[in-house]
């Protein structure tokens, strides 16, 4: 399958506002800022399709994302901000709990650690809740473009060790700046599709698309969008526009005044 389409459905924070669909459901948790709606991004060649910020706390309700009318992505709210009141904390851990304890349709929970760092009491409480669920659960380290080949193997064998995970388990590292492990965890849906008998497999494009030892894929499921930069923003900048305008306008006046000297 090539994805065609991924939409955005709706937000949630109660049940009753879950999407009312079959479709199965595989939900990213993790701290707060460690990278989750980045990497739906990324899984998805789209550039804020999911909301990101380099301030932890960007996503605060449970965020559905329809993949081609086959199945959906679900981005939660990150635990773990210190800088939140004990109330709004509460709050957002109820919204995570009531959708993971409550939700039919969810068939996996991707959990997302930084590569980079120990994982927290949060994310061992996470792991253990995800395995108590009967989840096998699909442990993603984030970030790994900030460290060496050599420190990121080392890390993801602590990680995995801190979690308490078994023979059979494994981390994929993954980067959403480089998009290193974007088809490790496309493999790791497919085999889960597989497991659920769900007719969807995401293909791999051949090599030749891909460029950089998979680092980088220039698949054509969705063109990647790219960021504008700083001089396109500021052309699409509609008060930038005017501004420019009337300085033309200025310049126009000032040139005729000199002509008529
Ligand atoms: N270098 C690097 N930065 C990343 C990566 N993934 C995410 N980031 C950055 O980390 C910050 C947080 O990313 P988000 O995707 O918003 O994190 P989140 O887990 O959704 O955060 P909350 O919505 O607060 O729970 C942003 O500034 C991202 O640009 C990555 O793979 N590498
Ligand atoms: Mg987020």
Redesign the pocket.
Known sequence: MKIKRSSFVTSAVKIEQYPDTELSEIAFV??????????INMLLNRNGL?K???T????RLVNFFDIDGKFTLV?L??YG?AKVSKSQKGEWKTIIDTYLSNRKNLIEVVL?VDSRHEPTDDDKEMYNWIKMYGYNGIVIA?????LSKTKLEKSVRSISKSLGMDSRGFIIP????TRFGKYDVWDAFNELFKVNNYDVYFERQDNKNVVENDLICNDDVQKVEKPLNKKNRRRNDPEYKQKMKLKKQKEARKNRKKVKK
């Open positions: 993790g701290r707060s800022n460690v990278g989750k709606s980045s990497l999911a990101t910020s380099s932890p706390g960007k996503t981005d709210p990150g901000y997302l984030t970030k790994a473009d900030k993954v980067s959403s700046e």
